[in-house]
Every structure is written in structure tokens, then in C-alpha cells.
């Protein structure tokens, strides 16, 4: 991680985190999970109207599947299981990130937060997720704490995570990371994107343990 680095109202945002092409790797493995049919939209798995939210999403478990691989994954280990490769490259540089983050926030210390999972969605022109909302909810969601998100291409005056109260818009920018609260405190959107091109996204929880 080389890049700068910005904090305003609890929202921790981190530039050019990964090695040049991770980000487009994650865009073709998205493109290829959808060509094999594992991945879902909002209509599908939820039967809401298009008018509240639309995207199209799956999440990435590398125990099922074989990622393409990164031409520096090589130089990533997860010390945990031992296991080399994109996963481990991609929670690395996560991990990074969550560190700075309670650098900053450092009462996040007195907590067991994990995180493990890697969710990776796909807006087209015109979709977007319209409703406020936080990420903190009922059963899996009441455990979140801090929510990730990392912006796999940029998006032009479009696309942005919008946040309620903060009266913030952050734009989508490629090889970006944005951390925050996953409480009530900072409901937000993702909004409409326009243009030609679609907006992709890594996202995601850190879970109290």
C-alpha cells in the first residue's frame, strides 16, 4: 500500500492498496464466475423491485472453486492455513488496512474481530443500490461491526457510496479501499451508474468474534 491515506466522520479511505492488475484480476474472475452461472441478482435471491436495488453479485469461496492466478500471488502466503494465492494476497492487503483503521479508531484493539469473506458485485448503467440502508441487522448482520469495500475500476461523476448523516459521496476510484462503521450511524447507498461502464466492487464485514 503506497498510496495516501484520509479519515472523516469514522470513514477510513486508502489509496492504490494492491499490485497494479489485482483489481482487473478480480473483475475477470467475477466475469468468469457469471459465464459458469454462480452468480446471483437482487431479484433473484431477494424478489425486490428494481426500484429499491439492483445489482448482480456472488461470493468468491475458494474451497469450491479455482481462481485464475495473479501473476505475483507467489509472493502472498496465508500464515493461517498456509494456503498461497489470490485470497491470501487480497486479505493482506485488507488486513493493511483494518490496522491503519484502529491506529486511528483505537478502542476497535479491545475487541475479537475476524473477517473472512470476499463478496464481489457487479452495477450496471442504470442499477445502483437506491434505499439507505446499514449494514448491522438481524441474525448473520448483527455481528458486523466494520464494512469494507474496495473499488475494482473507476466510475466517472457516478456510482458513489453516498453516507446519510456524514453528507458525503465517495466516488468509485480503482485499487481504492473504504472502511466503516457497519452500525446505524452511518447509513448509506450506492448510487445510480451511468454511462457504459459497469461498476465492480469487492465487499464485505469484519465480524465480532
Same mark, same amino acid.
Given at each position: 500500500?503506497?498510496? *495516501?491515506?484520509?479519515?472523516?466522520?469514522?470513514?477510513?479511505?486508502?489509496? =492504490?492498496?494492491?499490485?497494479?492488475?489485482?483489481?482487473?484480476?478480480?473483475?475477470?474472475?467475477?466475469?468468469?464466475?457469471?459465464?459458469?452461472?454462480?452468480?446471483?441478482?437482487?431479484?433473484?435471491?431477494?424478489?425486490?423491485? %428494481?426500484?429499491?436495488?439492483?445489482?448482480?453479485? #456472488? !461470493?468468491?469461496?475458494?474451497?469450491?472453486?479455482?481462481?485464475?492466478?495473479? =501473476?505475483?500471488?507467489?509472493?502472498?502466503?496465508?500464515?493461517?492455513?498456509? @494456503?498461497?494465492?489470490?485470497? *491470501?494476497? !487480497?486479505? @493482506? $492487503?485488507?488486513?493493511?488496512?483494518?490496522?491503519?483503521?484502529?491506529?486511528?479508531?483505537? *478502542?476497535?484493539?479491545?475487541?475479537?474481530?475476524?473477517?473472512? =469473506?470476499?463478496?464481489?458485485?457487479? #452495477?450496471?448503467?442504470?442499477?445502483?443500490?437506491?434505499?439507505?440502508?446499514?449494514?448491522?441487522? #438481524?441474525?448473520?448482520? @448483527?455481528?458486523?461491526?466494520?464494512?469494507?469495500?474496495?473499488?475494482?475500476?473507476?466510475?466517472?461523476?457516478?456510482?458513489?457510496?453516498?453516507?446519510?448523516?456524514?453528507?458525503?459521496?465517495?466516488?468509485?476510484? @480503482? =485499487?481504492?479501499?473504504?472502511?466503516?462503521?457497519?452500525?446505524? #450511524?452511518?447509513?448509506?447507498? $450506492?448510487?445510480?451508474?451511468?454511462?457504459?461502464?459497469? %461498476?465492480?466492487?469487492?465487499?464485505?464485514?469484519?465480524?465480532?468474534?
Amino acid at each position: 500500500m503506497n498510496g *495516501a491515506i484520509h479519515y472523516k466522520e469514522f470513514i477510513g479511505m486508502y489509496e =492504490n492498496v494492491y499490485p497494479d492488475g489485482f483489481c482487473r484480476h478480480f473483475i475477470d474472475e467475477f466475469e468468469r464466475s457469471s459465464n459458469e452461472g454462480v452468480t446471483n441478482n437482487r431479484q433473484q435471491i431477494e424478489g425486490c423491485h %428494481k426500484t429499491l436495488k439492483q445489482d448482480e453479485f #456472488t !461470493f468468491l469461496n475458494y474451497k469450491n472453486q479455482s481462481p485464475t492466478p495473479f =501473476n505475483v500471488e507467489e509472493n502472498s502466503r496465508d500464515y493461517n492455513t498456509g @494456503e498461497w494465492g489470490v485470497k *491470501a494476497l !487480497f486479505f @493482506e $492487503g485488507l488486513q493493511r488496512c483494518f490496522n491503519h483503521y484502529c491506529n486511528q479508531y483505537d *478502542a476497535l484493539r479491545q475487541l475479537e474481530i475476524r473477517c473472512n =469473506n470476499i463478496k464481489v458485485q457487479k #452495477t450496471k448503467p442504470g442499477e445502483g443500490y437506491h434505499v439507505w440502508h446499514c449494514e448491522q441487522g #438481524t441474525e448473520d448482520g @448483527e455481528r458486523r461491526i466494520v464494512t469494507y469495500a474496495l473499488y475494482l475500476n473507476t466510475i466517472v461523476d457516478a456510482g458513489e457510496t453516498e453516507y446519510l448523516y456524514q453528507k458525503m459521496r465517495i466516488p468509485p476510484i @480503482e =485499487n481504492t479501499v473504504v472502511l466503516w462503521p457497519a452500525s446505524y #450511524t452511518h447509513p448509506h447507498r $450506492g448510487n445510480v451508474v451511468y454511462g457504459e461502464e459497469a %461498476k465492480y466492487i469487492v465487499t464485505g464485514w469484519f465480524y465480532l468474534e
